[in-house]
């Protein structure tokens, strides 16, 4: 259990009082320690630019549903949609994940309309780049451009590194939990290696894509996802996720969540399942097939 919860009573009977510590735990660590400021003049690029996905798990829809007064459904099909996010060791394998929409409809008057229960993908950009040490080669790229925060050195105390170490376990608990609600496992991938045709003459549609036939076969993550929506999105288990969020309108439901992300028992099988034993979705013949199988690298398994 991560240190935050252990400092929140357990009980569960009052999801809306569990939440609201919670956040306000969350939000203290947010800035504990951190001397990183947003400069004024920032034209908040991050949460404008359709590219920088920002990946969102039940709990900070909770969090922002609550905040505002909505209903969690009604909410999340105004503000998320699922999304595909990249897993660096194949470019051809996605990760399934709850995302908001851009721009970022929380974004008034260039300030965030729900601060307070922010997604910890916010809390955390830019510093936890600094945190795993690159920093500086992420301001070298043409994507950040316009990211007043990359043109100057971003150094971390060692007491704010511990903070961000924190928050980041924090993020990892939350991302396995929400996808075993969801899904019933704890991270769910696709792979796309047998669509390269579909894909890549759905890539040479796409506006303002430049896609060349090389051995690469690089495809936009936009193709990718909108394939996704248009024929996979609608099989198992992903048909039903409107269904299990609905429940999170009623305190039972919340409760229910909120003891799965509780229970340490559940955490470690899903820390331990999920690169042995990850749950790969492979769409074929109009038709959504499921294996479990290992992610690691054979040549690092026996080290």
């Not at 980041?168 to 769910?188: A, D, P, Q, T, V």
């Amino acid at each position: 259990m991560t240190d935050i919860s252990k400092e929140i009573s357990s009980q569960t009977e009052n999801p809306r009082q569990w939440l609201a510590a919670y956040f306000g735990a969350r939000a203290h660590l947010a800035s504990c320690e951190s001397a990183f400021q947003c400069d004024p003049a920032c034209t908040r690029p991050g949460c404008k630019n359709q590219d920088l996905q920002v990946p969102v798990n039940l709990v900070d829809l909770l969090g922002a549903a609550l905040h505002r007064g909505y209903s969690v459904l009604d909410h999340c099909q105004r503000h998320y949609t699922l999304g595909l996010l990249s897993e660096a060791r194949d470019a051809w394998l996605r990760i399934v994940s709850l995302r908001l929409k851009k721009p970022c409809p929380f974004l008034e008057h260039e300030l965030c309309s729900i601060y307070p229960v922010r997604p910890l993908p916010c809390v955390l950009f830019p510093e936890y780049l600094a945190h795993e040490g690159t920093f500086a080669a992420n301001a070298e790229k043409p994507h950040f451009r316009d990211y007043l925060c990359f043109r100057h050195p971003l150094r971390l105390s060692p007491e704010r590194a511990l903070v961000i170490a924190q928050l980041k376990r924090m993020w990892k608990r939350e991302n396995l939990i929400s996808s075993f609600y969801l899904f019933g496992h704890g991270s769910c991938h696709v792979d796309f290696s047998n669509l390269t045709q579909e894909l890549l003459l759905a890539a040479k549609n796409f506006k303002d894509s430049e896609v060349e036939e090389s051995q690469e076969r690089i495809i936009p993550n936009p193709v990718l996802e909108r394939f996704f929506l248009a024929h996979i999105a609608g099989c198992q288990p992903f048909s039903q996720i409107s269904e299990k969020i609905l429940r999170l309108n009623n305190p039972e439901g919340q409760a229910q969540f909120l003891r799965l992300l509780q229970d340490d028992r559940l955490m470690k099988k899903l820390l331990h399942n999920r690169d042995d034993r990850a749950l790969v979705f492979r769409f074929a013949k109009g038709k959504l097939q499921t294996r479990r199988r290992s992610l690691t690298p054979s040549e690092y398994k026996f080290y």
